[in-house]
């Protein structure tokens, strides 16, 4: 229990940490990385390099000091890392070998004495957060491993099918080496490891699950990733270089963007690869009812990267869920060009629904505004942002 000393002296720092935050969690990447080049199994350097990972880390960071008197609001921000930290295998002496780095750190950023007192609140405050993130996460490691075909850790699978879904995307369909296969709940993503080539380290990336549960294997559908300003993506191009028989290693599914079973309608807006977790949950409400009361909209580029045109238009013509296609430099679908006010208003139902979107972190942010625009509350628009911040910013 943290005393009220304790919270004012952090609390007391957000302004400081809000302004500085991004500074400080690169100096404590570079520490942590200088001392701990193990870790580099863990972290995404990717995102490292682009700084992703500290810019993300400093936002945690500083909504901690803000609401460290009311930790109540946190919880969803709690439960989404932890989910993500599950998929990383992320274990409890993980946390004394981070919290060490980060409180160096700060001393050495604003160049504080060994003995000051803001280094000693911080300290518990640090381990007061690590105790609540272990405990959730090893809640999650639980629950998965007693599960019918459950695991922990990670687990070898082989990769039994390999299918061209759209110009650069391709699905894989993923078998477990004993036959055992945990469900999982629509919507979730699996950790994927693999070690590239060359590669010093293994590389972990999450992967959205685009099959309906009980399936008898997991799909992964991915993008391969060629344009980014570093390099390639090392995991992507890896698995799209990849064939029938290779292995991958897999942490059980985990993630908090899922699919509500209620009676309100549903809708699904996808942009681009961003179409994988709200495939999943289309497949799994489709499996449970008739295509009244669905709809789901596809933004994409255009007709050569429309990812699983033949799958959904087959799922249209059995089930006649309404289905709309936006191409944004193209011909051919329901609406050339971005996805606006007055179309996503044409095509959303009548009535209250659940809204599950997902896609690029601008499409997002556009697509959250237009529907809080229509009238739409926030408890009944659900997204999933890739990447290691959960904030949509317009």
């Given at each position: ?57 400093a936002e945690s960071v500083f ?100 299918v061209d879904d759209a110009e ?101 807006i996808a942009g681009g690869v ?121």
């Amino acid at each position: 229990m943290l005393t009220e000393e304790t919270i004012k002296s952090v609390k007391e720092t957000a302004p400081l940490l809000a302004e500085h935050g991004v500074n400080i969690t690169e100096l404590f990447y570079t520490k942590l990385f200088s001392n701990h080049p193990e870790l580099k199994h863990i972290f995404n350097m990717s995102n490292q390099a682009q700084g992703d990972q500290a810019k993300a880390l400093a936002e945690s960071v500083f909504l901690y000091a803000a609401h460290i008197d009311n930790l109540d609001e946190l919880r969803p921000m709690v439960k989404r890392i932890a989910h993500k930290h599950a998929s990383l295998n992320v274990l409890p002496e993980h946390y004394p070998i981070v919290g060490k780095y980060l409180l160096e750190a700060i001393q050495d950023y604003f160049d504080l004495p060994e003995d000051a007192i803001l280094l000693k609140h911080w300290g518990l405050a640090y381990e007061a957060l690590a105790s609540i993130f272990i405990n959730v996460e090893e809640a999650i490691y639980q629950d998965n491993a007693i599960k019918e075909g459950g695991w922990r850790g990670f687990k070898r699978f082989l990769i039994d099918q390999v299918v061209d879904d759209a110009e650069g995307v391709k699905s894989f369909h993923l078998v477990p080496d004993d036959s055992q296969l945990v469900t999982f709940e629509p919507g979730q993503y699996v950790g994927v490891k693999v070690k590239p080539a060359n590669d010093d380290y293994d590389e972990i990336r999450q992967y959205s699950l685009s099959n309906s549960p009980g399936e008898g294997h997991y799909r992964i559908t991915v993008k391969a990733e060629q344009n980014l300003e570093e390099a390639p993506g090392k995991v992507s191009n890896y698995l799209h270089s990849a064939k029938a028989g290779d292995e991958v290693w897999l942490q059980p599914p985990t993630g908090d963007f899922v699919l509500k079973r209620n009676g309100r309608s549903k809708v699904f807006i996808a942009g681009g690869v961003g179409m994988t977790p709200v495939m999943s949950m289309l497949l799994e409400t489709l499996k449970n009812s008739s295509g009244q009361g669905v709809t789901f909209i596809q933004c994409c580029r255009n007709e050569a990267h429309h990812i699983m045109k033949n799958e959904l238009y087959a799922l249209q013509d059995e089930h006649g869920f309404q289905y709309y296609v936006a191409y944004s430099m193209g011909a051919g679908g329901d609406y050339e060009g971005a996805l606006n006010r007055d179309v996503l208003n044409a095509w959303l139902p009548e009535g209250e629904a659940d809204i599950y979107f997902c896609g690029p972190k601008g499409f997002m942010a556009d697509v959250n505004r237009l529907c809080q625009e229509l009238g739409y509350e926030e408890e009944h628009l659900h997204y999933e942002v890739f990447g290691p911040t959960t904030k949509l910013e317009a």
